[in-house]
C-alpha cells in the first residue's frame, strides 16, 4: 500500500512493502525523480538494504556453527512493513523479526525506516533495535535509484555527479557473483567531478571506500534541476546502473559491503559488518535535498 507526504515543494510515495521510496515529485514541474521500476530494465525503485548489503558466497554465511542462506541485499526490500507513525510531514514504517526471518538470520531484532519531509529535503533515518540476548551482526543501506535524464531533452552523457571534495575515485571491483575480486580500477583522481557514463557499469557498481566527501550532488550540464545526496556515518557508497542504456542511477550510501571472494564466510568476519549489542539501538540518516 502507498503512503503519502506532501510539503509545498514535493510529493512523496512510499510503499509498505519493503518501506520502498516510490515516487519524489517536485509539485511545481510535476517532475517524477525516482526511478519508475520499469520491469524491463529495473523492477526496484529504492530498496532497503538489510540485513546484509552486498552478496553472500553461495548466498550463505555461517554463525555459531551453522549455515544460513539469504539473498543479495537481504530480505527487508520483500518484507511487508507496518506503518507506526503517520501525517502529512512523517511516515515511520517497522519490521520485526519473525519465524521467516529467524530462518534465514538468527537474531531478534526491529527495523525503523522514518521519512521525514523538512522543506525541500527528504530525510531518511534508519534505526535498528538489538531485541536479542546476545550481540547481533548486521548492514543496512540504501539504494535509491533517480532518473537520469529528468528531462526529454537532455542526454544520459549530460549529467555528472559532483563530490563535496575532491576525491580519488578507486572503485573496488566485484566478481559475476557479486563479491569483491580485492582488485582496484583508478576512475578520476583528485577530481571532484565524476561524469555519468554507461560504460562504467559493465563492470557492475562502482563502489567507493575511505571518500572524504559526505555528501554529492546529481547534476546536469544543461538541465536546471540538482539532486543532492548527504550521507554522513555511511562509509561505503555505491553507484550503479544496470548495464546496458538504463535511463537511471542508484547512489547508494551503505553501512557494509559485499563479501569478499576470500573472505571465511563467517558473518563477523565478513567486511563492513556491523555489531549490536543487547538492547542497543544503531542510527543513520540519509537525505535527498533538490533544488
Known amino acids: 500500500m502507498l503512503h503519502f507526504l506532501e510539503n509545498e515543494y514535493f510529493k512523496v510515495g512510499i510503499e509498505s512493502h519493503g518501506a520502498e ?29 538489510f540485513p546484509i548489503v552486498g552478496e553472500l558466497p553461495k548466498q550463505q554465511y555461517t554463525y555459531d556453527g551453522e549455515t544460513y542462506h539469504m539473498q543479495r541485499h537481504g530480505f527487508a526490500r520483500s518484507k511487508d512493513f507496518k506503518v507506526r507513525e503517520e501525517s502529512d510531514k512523517k511516515l515511520v514504517f517497522e519490521l520485526e523479526y519473525d519465524e521467516e526471518t529467524l530462518a534465514q538470520y538468527p537474531f531478534k531484532f526491529r527495523l525503523l525506516v522514518a521519512y521525514k519531509l523538512n522543506d525541500n529535503r527528504l530525510e531518511v533515518t534508519y534505526n535498528v533495535f538489538n531485541e536479542d540476548k546476545k550481540a547481533m551482526w548486521f548492514s543496512v543501506g540504501a539504494h535509491p535509484g533517480f532518473n537520469v535524464p529528468l528531462y526529454p531533452n537532455e542526454q544520459y552523457e549530460d549529467y ?14 566485484i566478481d559475476e557473483n ?37 555528501r554529492l550532488v546529481l547534476a546536469s550540464h544543461t538541465g536546471p534541476r540538482k539532486i543532492e545526496v548527504e550521507f554522513q556515518g555511511f562509509p561505503y557508497l555505491g553507484i550503479w546502473a544496470k548495464p546496458g542504456p538504463s535511463p537511471y542511477v542508484c547512489i547508494e550510501p551503505w553501512c557494509g559491503i559485499a563479501s569478499s571472494t576470500n573472505g571465511s564466510g563467517e558473518l563477523q568476519d565478513k567486511e563492513g559488518i556491523n555489531e549490536l549489542g543487547p538492547k542497543q539501538v544503531f542510527e543513520r540518516t540519509l537525505s535527498i535535498r533538490v533544488w
Open 160 to 173: 555528472y555527479l559532483e563530490f563535496e571534495q575532491e576525491e580519488t575515485l578507486r572503485r573496488y571491483l
Open 178 to 214: 557479486g563479491l569483491q575480486t580485492g582488485e582496484t580500477e583508478l576512475i578520476e583522481e583528485q577530481s571532484n567531478i565524476l561524469p555519468l557514463r554507461h560504460q562504467y557499469f559493465d563492470k557492475d557498481a562502482i563502489i567507493l571506500k575511505d571518500l572524504n566527501s559526505e
Open 21 to 49: 521510496l516510490q515516487h519524489f515529485i517536485k509539485n511545481d514541474e510535476d517532475l517524477e525523480m525516482i526511478w519508475v521500476a520499469d520491469p524491463a530494465v529495473w523492477a526496484s525503485h529504492a530498496p532497503n538494504l
